[in-house]
């Protein structure tokens, strides 16, 4: 069953893209779950380690395919009107529940600032600094150019930002940190994103394609298995592996969208979690179970299947949680709007 977009309905929601959006949510909240409660992840003994690959390129993905709108001219008076738009929702929200968690943890706001993850606060800021680069390229070079430029940009982050990077020298690693610049490998994604919505018949044409996406599940799963004999560039095949696992993730849910819709409980639960995704990831902080350190069995002795089950429980259970508590402060509209960027009503 194909999605087919016309000119009346570009605006509208595709239902399949809430639900992917609320299986990414999941995988945010799984992660952080398996790592800060069991702490197995970067041990290379869960299946962390393989969704890490997909996780957060999907989730910038997903926001670089819902951001582009045809027929949209990035001129002054839209860039004016989108950042004052976004601002609050990517920058002062967040900074809030950022300020509240740095206070409960007992650490100084400076400490929390020059953290390359602003104690996991990081991904808002790292989406306001992309919608500002994806802006300059459109206001600059408003022709089919200004696709060219962003996916070089793009690629250049990827090759040169990673969350090792250091230049040697406080100062500027200061800054570094301070603006996230390890997290604009991510920047390639988001832009892919909005080329897909852009290309979107076309898009739907390869992924139809069968020997297409055997080829890129083939690649996944090989890769993964032999990754460590290959010799190939590191950085190349993790950008392959993670282009290919979207692809193939994005196939799923897509051909698969009759039970991802409104007409069944679990599309309806996914969408809804879907949409309440900003929500999610600025609560689930204050939910998370840290103090399980002395749970050491799948650390000693790691059993994938079941901490990956035990984890997903707790996920959620934690997201169930954030959806209430969000539930409840959006009584208020004015914290709705201030706290989760919410229109006024």
């Known amino acids: 069953m194909k999605e087919v977009i016309t000119p009346a309905n570009k605006s509208q929601r595709i239902g399949y893209i809430d639900a992917l959006r609320g299986f990414t949510m999941f995988l945010v909240v799984l992660e952080h779950v ?12 869960s299946v962390h380690e393989y969704l890490l690959q997909i996780r957060m390129p999907m989730f910038f993905f997903i926001s670089g395919f819902v951001l582009y709108k045809e027929g949209v001219e990035w001129n002054a008076r839209h860039i004016f009107r989108f950042f004052k ?3 609050p929702v990517q920058l002062i929200s967040p900074f809030i529940f950022f300020f509240i968690f740095l206070h409960l943890q007992g650490i100084p706001l400076s400490n929390g600032l020059l953290d390359k993850y602003k104690g996991g606060y990081w991904f808002t800021l790292s989406l306001l600094e992309f919608f500002v680069f994806y802006a300059l390229v459109r206001f600059c070079v408003r022709q089919w150019w200004s696709r060219i430029i962003l996916v070089v940009i793009g690629l250049v982050f990827y090759r040169e930002c990673n ?14 940190s301070l603006l996230g610049v390890q997290h604009w490998c991510y920047f390639i994604f988001m832009v892919l994103g909005t080329l897909a919505r852009q290309y979107y018949s076309r898009l739907q044409q390869w992924l139809d394609n069968k020997w297409l996406l055997a080829a890129c599940i083939s690649f996944y799963l090989l890769v993964n298995a032999f990754g460590d004999v290959l010799p190939v560039y590191a950085r190349s095949v993790s950008l392959m592996l993670s ?30 979690v879907g949409r309440r995704t900003l929500d999610i990831y600025l609560l689930h902080y204050f939910f998370l179970p840290t103090n399980l350190n002395f749970i050491t069995l799948f650390r000693d002795h790691p059993i994938p299947i079941i901490e990956a089950l035990t984890s997903s429980v707790l996920a959620i259970i934690i997201i169930a949680v954030c959806l209430l508590f969000s539930e409840i402060i959006r009584l208020s509209p004015w914290l709705a709007h201030w706290l989760f960027g919410a229109r006024k009503s």
């Open 85 to 87: 738009k976004k601002i």
């Open 243 to 272: 282009l290919t696992g979207i692809a193939i993730v994005f196939s799923f849910f897509r051909k698969k969208q009759a039970v991802f819709s409104r007409e069944t409980a679990l599309g309806r639960t996914m969408q809804y």
């Open 34 to 45: 398996a790592n800060f409660c069991w702490g197995v992840v970067g041990k290379g003994i």
């Open 163 to 176: 969350l090792q990077m250091t230049a040697n020298n406080q100062t500027i690693d200061n800054v570094i």
